[in-house]
């Protein structure tokens, strides 16, 4: 049978989302527990969108394929027994044998928070990104909209990502201010390795003054990573995780959406 599960974590003690030899990955560490709850039998995830060191999760969908029955119910509290705090599973839902995490997935998104202020985050630290120098909304919607629809996305790409084609289809870009936070809403078909922080340190620079906003569509077209601004942090970053159709009966967010500013506004 093919369980999926819903997954949230905090970034930041992480090397990302994707296994590696030093175990210390969100996919490690859950492989790794439920390894536990199945008494041994570690099963291999399948996730919707693999996410870089730093970055946060508040639905990662994954699914894996087993002969172990439990209940849906189970499959969560047995599973966040063995997890880190900063890891859990949300929800989990037996699923046809044709879906598939990332396959099946129509859509990704991602919020980016980011504090505008004279000082750098405390408490909030590596949860929010930080610029302290004011940033104009009108100048990044203007930029912004320059990206939407069907492009070539090499500009942002990074130079490490192994995505295919970088041709992508951006759906929303939306920037809403709330007190000294600022929340950027990105949703697309798929984004290549780096590209919303690299969208991102092009925004900030425009949101500052230091480029114009048509600047956004000379780097677009040019299509070279060097005409971009430098990648931002990935600090502020949040995989709000995929989209599917209504057929698979998946929840389309969690509880921690909430936390996020501007969540019943902006996203």
Not at 25 to 50: E, I, S
Not at 64 to 76: E, G, H, K, L
Not at 129 to 140: D, E, I, K, N, Q
Not at 172 to 194: M, P, S, V
Request: aromatic residues 10%; neutral net charge.
């Amino acid at each position: 049978m093919r369980i999926a599960l819903g997954i949230t974590y905090g970034g930041t003690h992480y090397e990302g989302w994707q296994s590696q030899p030093s175990g210390r990955t969100v996919q490690d560490q859950l492989q790794v527990a439920l390894g536990k709850f199945m008494a041994g039998h570690a099963p291999q995830l399948l996730c919707a969108g693999r996410t870089d060191a730093g970055v946060h999760g508040l639905m990662q969908v994954a699914h894996f394929d087993t002969d172990v029955q439990r209940p849906d119910t189970a499959w969560v509290r047995g599973t966040n027994r063995y997890l880190p705090a900063d890891i859990a599973v949300q929800w989990a839902r037996h699923v046809p044998d044709g879906f598939h995490a990332r396959a099946s997935a129509l859509t990704r998104r991602y919020a980016y928070i980011l504090l505008e202020s004279p000082v750098r985050p405390s408490i909030d630290s590596s949860q929010v990104g930080w610029v302290f120098r004011p940033l104009s909304a009108t100048a990044m919607r203007e930029a912004a909209r320059h990206l939407l629809g069907e492009h070539d996305f090499s500009s942002f790409r990074a130079a490490q990502c192994q995505a295919h084609t970088p041709v992508k289809t951006l759906h929303r870009i939306d920037i809403h201010r709330h007190g000294r936070y600022w929340r950027f809403d990105f949703e697309g078909n798929a984004f290549l390795h780096h590209m919303i922080r690299n969208i991102m340190g092009c925004l900030v620079m425009i949101g500052q003054g230091s480029r114009p906003s048509d600047w956004m569509h000379s780097v677009l077209q040019a299509r070279s990573r060097e005409m971009a601004a430098p990648t931002f942090m990935a600090d502020g970053l949040y995989f709000l995780g995929p989209t599917y159709a209504p057929e698979w009966q998946l929840p389309d967010d969690t509880a921690q959406f909430d936390w996020l500013p501007g969540t019943h506004t902006a996203g």
